[in-house]
């Protein structure tokens, strides 16, 4: 199980704690796996990208045009976390459907 997100990101510190055996991926300094990116971005299209962070709203609407991967690339902080690649299935974000998909209460 492999868990992308930020080191800082609060979220992300929650699903590390009831995710112990996770190896923690951090997106700024590692980045995604392309092929991880590419079927996230197939699952869950424009939902992978954080549009209510204070990096997406300094994008001029120019930027925001972009693909969501050549953003993703260039910013990493962009992505919505976290994103939990488990057993060959990908889940986005800490929700009750994601902790009820890997059993955690």
């Known amino acids: 199980m492999r868990l992308f997100g930020l080191k800082t990101c609060d979220t992300c510190r929650k699903a590390l704690k009831s995710l112990p055996e996770a190896e923690f991926v951090d997106v700024r ?7 991880v990116m590419q079927r996230a971005l197939r699952l869950f299209g424009q939902a992978l990208l954080n549009t209510r962070s204070t990096t997406w709203r300094g994008l001029d609407p120019a930027e925001r045009e972009r693909s969501p991967l050549e953003l993703l690339a260039e910013n990493p902080t962009l992505m919505k976390r ?6 060959g ?13 890997l059993g955690v209460s």
């Open 29 to 35: 300094s590692d980045g995604v796996p392309e092929e």
């Open 82 to 87: 976290p994103l939990i690649e488990s057993e």
């Open 89 to 101: 299935e990908l889940y986005l974000g800490w929700t009750g459907e994601t902790r009820a998909a």
